[in-house]
């Protein structure tokens, strides 16, 4: 189902209704959104009136509702972003779906591989958009590493390394709660998970992990993943409750590069890739790739807007969400098994 330029009014741009006031849609989101090319934001909505006419005050947003189902019966909004806590992805994404909204899902997109389904099941049956926002996909940083690997810049890609981490020990947290779907896997490992499926292009044969959960929290707060591709072997280790940092590197057989802020790209200022095919460690033969400023989550939504109107794809369809989710349930289980699990897609 896509939308014509002509019927949407609003200078052309695919209106966005917003389910929650959540921190990531009012401090990054939503703005991106609103500078879009082709996207704005036209409502949202929280189960607290006040709360969502306070952020449609500070945001300048044009309308506010008081209950999510106001905001999907709103018969001038064309599209759904979905920021709410995890378990409330598929259901409501469902919800907005059959209300005829296309929807754009924070990651990630579900809980489990058989959610997910749920989800390509509700599209072919509304012929709306859903895809996952998982923003990287659109930064030029990550398009230009797409190149360079499949240009053979560092060789045959042989292995993967990466690191993300923040501190946060806050059991009021949602990302600290089990019920909501909490812990790093779900949070921060799906950035990995996702980095090592786009740099080798397949999925992994198999999976091990060790997980380290917090005594009170019972959330992972310490993940250790090998994922096994038929090229080579992919090794990371995301965490709650370390150290902020985060860094991916490729390493091949002819060199190696190193994307410096891979996930959380500054919109105010450039970032960099680094790429090495001297193998010297004074680091003398290191090229270095700058990337101008750019906001990844306008870049985003104008991608999103672009599939909806019919002149692009979606940035991160559901079937490589999938392809995602299977890895994560995979993860879980090597950590309870202690063995090696075939990601069930």
Request: glycine content about 8%; proline content about 5%; aromatic content about 8%.
């Amino acid at each position: 189902m896509a939308i014509q330029l002509y019927d949407l009014g609003m200078a052309n741009k695919l209106r966005f209704g917003v389910l929650s006031t959540a921190n990531i849609g009012l401090r990054k989101v939503l703005p991106a959104m609103m500078k879009g090319e082709l996207t704005t934001v036209a409502a949202i909505a929280s189960r607290d009136l006040a709360k969502a006419q306070a952020a449609a005050k500070a945001l300048g947003i044009p309308k506010a509702y008081g209950s999510y189902e106001d905001l999907l019966a709103d018969p001038d909004i064309d599209a759904i972003y979905n920021p709410l806590p995890n378990q409330l992805h598929v259901p409501m994404t469902i919800k907005a779906a059959e209300a005829g909204k296309h929807v754009l899902c924070e990651k990630p997109i579900a809980l489990t591989v058989a959610e997910a389904k749920e989800l390509v099941a509700v599209r072919e049956r509304t012929g709306v958009k859903i895809a996952e926002a998982f923003m990287i996909r659109c930064h030029p940083q990550w398009l230009r590493v797409r190149q360079l690997l499949t240009e053979g810049r560092i060789g045959q890609l042989r292995a993967v390394t990466g690191v993300f981490s923040y501190f946060n020990a806050n059991p009021a947290n949602i990302r600290n709660q089990v019920e909501c779907g909490g812990g790093g896997v779900y949070d921060i490992g799906c950035y990995l998970i996702q980095a090592s499926r786009f740099g080798f292009g397949q999925e992994p044969r198999r999976v091990v992990s060790l997980l380290d959960r917090d005594p009170a929290m019972k959330t992972d707060r310490l993940a250790s993943v090998i994922m096994d591709f038929d090229g080579g072997q992919s090794t990371w280790i995301c965490s709650t409750q370390l150290t902020p940092y985060q860094r991916v590197t490729f390493l091949g057989t002819k060199g190696r590069m190193e994307v410096e802020i891979p996930f959380n790209a500054p919109p105010d200022r450039e970032v960099r890739i680094l790429v090495d095919s001297t193998g010297d460690f004074s680091g003398s033969g290191i090229t270095t790739e700058s990337f101008p400023a750019v906001d990844q989550y306008t870049l985003q939504g104008d991608n999103f807007a672009r599939a909806v109107f019919g002149t692009g794809e979606v940035p991160v369809s559901l079937e490589d969400a999938i392809g995602n989710m299977a890895v994560i349930e995979a993860i879980f289980q090597s950590a309870e098994t202690g063995t090696w699990i075939t990601p069930q897609r």
